[in-house]
């Protein structure tokens, strides 16, 4: 009853480095996103995908990378870490989207339980 | 532009008490509307949601929403909190048209407390 799962759940990183943000779900779902949740922000979406080997850009792209080379996993790259980039990650999945689709479970967006980082 | 307000950043009821969040779109197509719950340190979990049909959702944990399309508002409520509701609330809406497939729209969040 895995879910989403992300790791870390807690990482502090200096100016400069990079790190990734592994996120893996077992539910077999083609749709994954990335969040970023920012005190009294709600969450804004970093970046999505449709499928293995398609992403796209969200709202707010900048100063990340992802790839989907798997159904599964999903990981979130930061090439150089900056202390706007402080925030909570949460990796999601669905089965579908909204766009045409016939209202349904499948269309649900399921979290993950967030990955806290701090840039120092 | 999408938008989801949701006007109450902190919100104090009595345990017992009946709620009402508030939630208020801005969204030219049919909305799909959700309402999430964070615990301290914990991931988003969904509550409910509306696509269609009755405009009276029942959700999870004793929740239910209205959906008034004439008022674009998707209000949570509950009749009795438990202390175990202490949380922040989230109002999203789906975008369903190309190019964002399945991205949330998520309001600031309402932060619950529940007085013994």
């Known amino acids: 009853n895995a879910g989403v799962t992300q790791t870390p759940k807690f990482r502090i990183l200096k100016i400069g480095q990079s790190m990734t943000l592994q996120c893996t779900q077992d539910?077999?779902?083609?749709?994954m996103y990335w969040y970023r949740q920012d005190p009294g922000m709600g969450l804004k979406l970093i970046y999505y995908s449709v499928g293995a080997g398609i992403t796209d850009k969200g709202e707010v792209p900048n100063g990340y990378n992802v790839s989907r080379s798997t159904t599964e996993d999903f990981p979130l790259r930061l090439e150089l870490a900056a202390p706007s980039q402080t925030s909570v990650y949460f990796c999601?999945?669905?089965?579908?989207?909204?766009?045409?689709?016939?209202?349904?479970?499948?269309?649900?967006?399921?979290f993950g339980e967030g990955s806290w980082l701090t840039v120092v | 532009a999408q938008s989801v307000t949701q006007p109450d950043i902190h919100i104090t009821v009595s345990e017992g008490a009946s709620l009402e969040l508030r939630c208020n779109y801005s969204?030219?197509?049919?909305?799909?509307l959700f309402w999430y719950v964070q615990s301290p340190g914990q991931g988003l979990q969904l509550l409910l949601k509306?696509?269609?049909?009755?405009?009276l959702v029942q959700g999870i944990k004793g929740f239910e929403a209205e959906f008034k399309r004439s008022q674009s508002s998707f209000n949570l409520r509950k009749p009795s909190v438990h202390w175990s509701d202490a949380a922040e609330y989230f109002c999203a809406v789906g975008l369903n048209y190309g190019g964002s497939q399945g991205n949330l729209i998520f309001g600031k969040g309402t932060k619950l407390s529940v007085k013994p």
């Open positions: 509306y696509f269609s049909g009755d405009t």
């Open positions: 539910m077999n779902h083609n749709y």
């Open positions: 999601a999945s669905s089965k579908a989207s909204f766009q045409g689709a016939i209202p349904s479970s499948g269309n649900t967006i399921y």
């Open positions: 969204y030219g197509a049919t909305p799909y």
